[in-house]
């Protein structure tokens, strides 16, 4: 699990890099409604990393108050921990290795808070929002043949309206927007 952190960092470094090169802006704010997704192939490893208001995904941004919301946490955790059901990676043959659903930043509660996120929380606008973070890894048979995806979050989490997607695939990158009646992304 270790490993799968230290390469998803090499990795977005890369990203955020390439994007950057791109004159592109790799940090999106917090708006509701909209999202982000990465998908990059490096090799036969293929990383894909979402990144949504805790809005879109649970309905609510505040800490946990009650067992409602913690029963909402847990079932927005179940669909986010089963990938297979939010994307479609065609012919590729891509197989889940490791996942890693965040849910910190709703769970976190005043007094974990330590004094360096107090300096961030200066900022009113992350102090209120909160946000979300899934990353997978697949390991995939044929990376070659992966030409295109399909996106099924949209119908699990219909509060994204707008998923902003972002890739790197067979040193091509691009860009797509997808909504609830587009969700296919095709790389070239
Ligand atoms: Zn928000």
Do not use: V
């Given at each position: 699990m270790q490993q799968f952190f230290q390469h998803l960092q090499k990795v977005a470094l890369i990203f955020i890099i390439s994007v950057s090169a791109l004159g592109r802006e790799p940090l999106s704010p917090h708006i509701h409604g909209k999202a982000e997704l990465h998908i990059i192939m490096d090799g036969s490893q293929l990383f894909v990393e979402l990144n949504s208001p805790a809005m879109n995904l649970l309905g609510f941004e505040h800490a946990i108050h009650n067992s409602e919301d913690q029963a909402m946490v847990e079932n927005t955790r179940v669909h986010l921990e089963n990938p297979n059901a939010l994307f479609i990676f065609s012919g590729a043959k891509c197989q889940l290795k490791e996942r890693s659903v965040d849910f910190s930043k709703i769970l976190k509660?005043?007094?974990?808070?330590?004094h360096e996120t107090h300096g961030q929380d200066n900022d009113p606008h992350t102090h209120s929002h909160k946000d979300i973070e899934a990353t997978y890894l697949y390991l995939c048979e044929?990376?070659?043949?992966?030409?295109s995806a399909r996106v099924l979050l949209l119908d699990i989490?219909?509060?994204?309206t707008s998923l902003h997607v972002q890739w790197i695939i067979h040193n091509q990158q691009g860009t797509n927007t997808l909504n609830h009646k587009h969700n296919d992304i095709t790389f070239r």
């Open positions: 509660t005043n007094e974990h808070k330590h044929k990376p070659n043949s992966l030409h989490f219909p509060n994204i």
